[in-house]
Structure formats: structure tokens, C-alpha cells
């Protein structure tokens, strides 16, 4: 009986000692963290993608508290909803992000990109990029091996069978922008996404000139300055024989389509024209 | 028993069809497009513009930066544009596009076929000669040859090893020059070792060319510390590294170059570069190609112009095979399959091969079975399918410890795997991702 009472007793005292020591040094080196983190961490959306440009969301959730204003901090994933809610907890006002999404650059299906050769190696772009130009006459276009959809953790882009060019799915991409980190040839873009999805850009990356650009693809943009005469509000510009047009100054008018001679231009999530032009035809989506 | 290099190696079927077929030279095409960038390194000016009249060796593309080597023209006529072209680099680069009239040569080139021996300049005026003729590794490294003759400051060269080694399958050009310019390679290699100040000379020559060895050890004799080596044969010896461990026992440590063993190694075909630049002021305008392949009617050592589309090389040796499925310029290990026939003839191309459709797919490929064929068979003691995972999960920090920079993309490993997996095609990602952080971190 003495044994089983030395024995509690003596490992009693030892954990109460142990304790003691533990609450102590606790108390010591005690970190204050703002609990306000915890709060905001809370509130985003746990996806970690990184797409806001910080490692997770934690260490988001950290600037968010630390910065003064909201201001250029946004989370892709969770969009307005999730930086009101961010913005209750610090008291301070949201600032009003447009909705980005990415679009793919890049028209270059079968039967307008015929292809020149046969690839055969690692099916990965950045290893098919780094050993040539592609498997058509266009070193800029779409290799079409996958890297974007390997990347996206979201499940929101997919290579068409049939095109062999991704697709982005509207409801599923977050604008994290893994994606365009990803692709070797830098054909995805981040775009405003624009009132009931409708957007309007340039689906061609190829800087060649004209004649080069359009033998390699039906579908090129070959830097014919049309679409910049066409347009109103000054926003297409034109550099190394390629035309961009800028998210901020675009109003969605969408003159440019019908005036692209290649149809490049592609209009998303549009309403049909009134009177429909031949040209518009191949301008249709393929985003 | 011969020598070779002590890690890995393979030994891929020889296949020296050409050996036995003397040089022929290609007709003049009645255009050449002469890229700008036909080296490692920055990538020329050009220093023609469009109408001007130029002459064989004129000066078309000046070197930009410390790492770069002089293009000349290889035909006489007129500058038609400097535009882009797809070159064997699979993208589309600049090039200098000459209209053919004539033959005109500039005069300060000797055209003779006379051996000169002697030479009265100072090494730094040989070196000087060697830069403005342009020349680079020859091998297909394509490493301008007037750097590599340079040793960096602090080192001081004891041997001069000379590439006679061709241990890509196919490839006989090197073979073939060694047979027909044995006393110009013998007066280049003293230039080389003038330029070096070093007293000896191996050639390592595998044991495949005999009559190469034989030749050389004949001139050899009669030159004071130039020897003659026969190698076994065994892939791939010619990389520098290999070759000097082969010859000397010496090891170059991971990330050192060969000098800090007190090496250099030239190929046999830039030593001859090196002869007719410094003893005939000929500038690197030519070179040997070997073209061959299974069903190629008649496999051929062809002398061509550089900016000679390799479509005028292959109609030469009775145009391209019906069942061709891949061409491939240089050796089938180290090559690149050509997207056109219209790419042109550079420096670096020792060769341009023809695969027939049958044997030119690669087989689809399946799980690593971990049976370490390609750890035994790598020549610089890499883990060729760890380097591979850790490329495909980008994990950058792990593949750097694991050495992945000392690569030298041989291609051994893929070679060897029976699971058929891509193991070079990653690393050789991975290795130029890890080559653009070390330099991110450096500056």
C-alpha cells in the first residue's frame, strides 16, 4: 500500500513541479499576437493557392492586420464577399476589386494551326518549350501538353479534346493566377471578367510580323492596326506586331471584333449582333 | 586493356557507315542563311545590311560580349535581308540571308593546299587570330575557342588533350578529317599547345578508328611530347570531363572547369579550324557533316558552307528516305530532330541524321521500376530519376544539392531505361531552372 501511495505521491509532485515551471516560462516568453489574425484567418477561405501573392492564407491575414489600408490587397478565391468580411473585422472599408478571371490567349485549333511536326518527348510545356517552338509553324501559340491544368488547383481549366487549347471554366476560376505562372509561353492573362462575364481581348500572343504570323495560323494577330483604328476609347495598343487590348480603358463596344481581318478579336458571354458579318463567324468563342 | 573513364558509360551500337567514305565537298546553294547566333553565348551583330556585296570570309556578324565568336560569310555575293529563320534551336532567329554570285574569296585568305609548319607569331597574336576567325568548339558544344584558350587567372595549364574520341554513334566526320588532315591537325595542335604554353599533347582517339590511331602515332613520333592514346569505346568519352579522366586519371571536381586538373581539351576539327585561321587566315566558314542514316543510299562526309540548308546535304547523299520520321542534327544521343529541312548548316553541326519512321517514336512511357540502370550508366555519378521526380514536384533546393548543374545531358540515362522515361528531358529543365537561380542569387 506504502509503495502505491510513495509512488502517487511522487509522480503527483513531479507533474505539479513540471507545471509550475511550464506556466512559468509560459508566462515569460508569453508572444502577443493580435487576435484580430486569427479573426481574419477565419474569415478567408483556407485555400493557400497563394493567388493574393503572400505564402498562405495565413501570412495574408497577417498583412491584412499589419497594413493600413486594404488597399491592393485582395483574395482571388474569395472575392468581394471574403474582403467586406475582412474589412468588418479591421474596421475599414473593402476596396472595390474588379473580378478577374483568365482567359487563354491563344486561337490556334487544328484545323487553324495546322500542325508541322510531331512531339514526342516529356508531355510537359515547359520541357517541350524549352527544347523548340511548338509542334505548328507558331512559336508563340498554346503547346497544348497541360502545365495550366496541372497547376490549377480549382479544377477550372481543361484541355478540349477537340481544339487541344485549355478552357477555363467562369464558375470555377478564382483569378489565383497559378496558371499564368505557369505556362512557358506566357498566353494566359488575367482579365477583368466584366458585367455578366462579357469580355472582350486579343486570343493571339505571336509577335512575328503579319505575313509570318498568319502562314503559321488562320486565326494570328498580325499587327494590322485595325482594331486600334477602330476603336473609340483609345484602348488597344500595338507592340511588336501584336495588339492588346487594356482592361481599364475597354467599355465592351466591341467595334474591334468585326474590324480584326483575322478574327483574333473574341467577344465572351455577348448577346448576337443584330445584323451578323462573315468575319464575326470565326471570331466566335473559343476561349 | 584500353583505357576509358572510370563512372558509367554505355556502348549504343556504332553504326560508323560513312567511316570508310572519303570527304566530298557539297555544291555552293544559290542562297545561304547564316544565322547570328551559331554559339554559346550572346548572339552576333550583324555588321551587313541589305545590298551589301560581300566576299567568303567577309565579316557579317560581329561577337557581342565576352563569351561570343565572329560569323563570316561563306559565299560571295549580296546581302539580301537580315531576317528571322527557324535555326537548329527550334525558334525562329536571326540570320543573314546571302544571294550566291560566284566564288570570290577575300584576298588575304590562302587558298593553297600547302602545309605551313612554321609560325613566327606570338601566342597572343595566335589567339587574336583564332577570335577573329570566330571559331568554336567544333564537337557541337559550339563554346567560342579563343575563351576556352584562355585560362582564367590563378591557373596554369599542364596538358592539352585533343578530341579525337567521336563517340556518338554514326557521326565519322571527325574520323574522316583526322584521316585526310592528319599534318594540319598535327601543326594545329602545336599552335594550341604555343598558345597554352604547355609541352605536351595527348590525342585520345577510340579504339573503333584504328586507322586514325595509327596515322597520328606515325606523325606523333616525330613530334616531341604529342602522344597518341587508344581509348575504348565506350559513350560518352568525348565529354570533356570524361576524356581527361580517361587519359590523365584526373578528376575535375563537381562545378570546376577542366582547368583546375590543369587540362584543356580541344576537339580534333576546331584544332584544324585553329591551323587554317592562324596558318591561312581562313576564317570558320566550313565544316564536315556527316550524313547518314539506315536507308540513306549513300552515307556521306560532306564539306559544307555554313548556311547550307540541310536539305542540300541530304539531296547529295540521294535524298530523304521515303519512311524518314525524324531528322536529328549531330549524333542520336546528343542532337536535336530538325522541325525543317530548310534549317541551315552552322558551326556546331557534326551531323545530320535520318531516322526511319519505325525507329524514330519514342515508346510510351511507364512507372520508374527502381532498378538503377541509369544511377550505374551516368558519367557523372548522378541519380538520374531522382533528379527527374524532384524536377517534376519543382523541388528546386533538392535538385541542386543532388548536383543536377553537373549534368552534361549525354543522355545515358534515358538511353538506358527500360521504363522508357523521359529522365533527360526533365532534368535538362530542371538543370536551366537551377542555373537561372544560382545566377538570381548571385547578383
Known sequence: ?287 | MLKTFRIGGIHPKEQKLSAGNAIQSVPVPGQVVIPLAQHIGAPCQPVVKRGDAVKVGTLIGKAVGFVSANIHSSVSGTVLKIDKTVDASGYRRDAVFIKVEGDEWEESIDRSPDLKKECELSSKEILDKIAAAGIVGMGGATFPTHVKLMPPPGSKPEVLIINGVECEPWLTSDHRLMMEKTEEIMAGISLVMKVLNVDRAIIGIENNKKDAIAKFGKYAKACPGISVEALKVQYPQGGEKQLIDALTGRQVSSGALPISVGAVVQNAGTVLAIYEAVQKNKPLIERVVTVTGKDVKQPCNLLARTGTPASNLIDAVGGLPENTGKIISGGPMMGKALTSVDVPVTKGTSGILLIPSPEAGRKAMKDCIRCAKCVSVCPMGLNPTLLMNLTEFEVWDGTEKNRITDCIECGSCSYTCPACRPLLDYIRLGKSRVIAIIRARKN
Open chain 1, 1 to 287: 500500500m506504502s509503495v502505491l501511495l510513495t509512488a502517487v505521491v511522487t509522480l503527483g509532485a513531479i507533474g505539479a513541479g513540471s507545471a509550475a515551471i511550464l506556466y512559468l516560462i509560459g508566462q515569460k516568453f508569453k508572444v502577443e499576437e493580435d487576435p484580430r489574425i486569427q479573426k481574419v484567418q477565419d474569415a478567408l477561405p483556407a485555400a493557400n493557392c497563394g493567388g493574393c501573392g503572400f505564402p498562405g492564407c495565413a501570412s495574408f491575414a497577417a498583412a491584412c492586420v499589419k497594413a493600413e489600408t486594404l488597399e491592393g490587397l485582395g483574395c482571388p478565391v474569395g472575392g468581394q464577399a471574403t474582403m467586406n468580411r475582412v474589412a468588418e473585422i479591421l474596421g475599414q472599408t473593402a476596396p472595390v476589386a474588379a473580378k478577374k478571371i483568365a482567359v487563354v490567349r491563344c486561337g490556334g485549333t487544328c484545323e487553324r494551326r495546322p500542325r508541322t511536326n510531331l512531339y514526342d518527348g516529356a508531355s510537359k510545356c515547359t520541357v517541350a518549350a524549352a527544347l523548340y517552338g511548338g509542334d505548328t509553324g507558331c512559336s508563340f501559340g498554346c503547346l497544348g501538353l497541360g502545365d495550366c491544368v496541372e497547376s490549377c488547383t480549382f479544377d477550372a481549366i481543361h484541355i478540349n479534346a477537340e481544339t487541344l487549347l485549355p478552357e477555363v471554366a467562369e464558375d470555377k476560376c478564382t483569378a489565383c493566377g497559378a496558371c499564368v505562372k505557369a505556362c512557358p509561353k506566357n498566353i494566359i492573362e488575367l482579365r477583368r471578367q466584366g458585367p455578366k462575364s462579357r469580355r472582350v481581348y486579343v486570343s493571339c500572343v505571336n509577335r512575328e510580323k503579319g505575313g509570318v504570323a498568319r502562314k503559321s495560323c488562320g486565326v494570328a494577330c498580325i499587327g494590322c492596326s485595325k482594331c486600334q483604328q477602330t476603336c473609340p476609347f483609345e484602348a488597344i495598343t500595338i507592340e511588336n506586331n501584336l495588339a492588346h487590348i487594356i482592361d481599364d480603358k475597354c467599355r465592351l463596344c466591341r467595334k474591334c471584333v468585326p474590324a480584326c481581318p483575322t478574327g483574333s478579336i473574341v467577344e465572351l458571354n455577348f448577346p448576337p449582333r443584330k445584323e451578323k458579318s462573315p468575319k464575326e463567324e470565326n471570331a466566335t468563342i473559343d476561349a
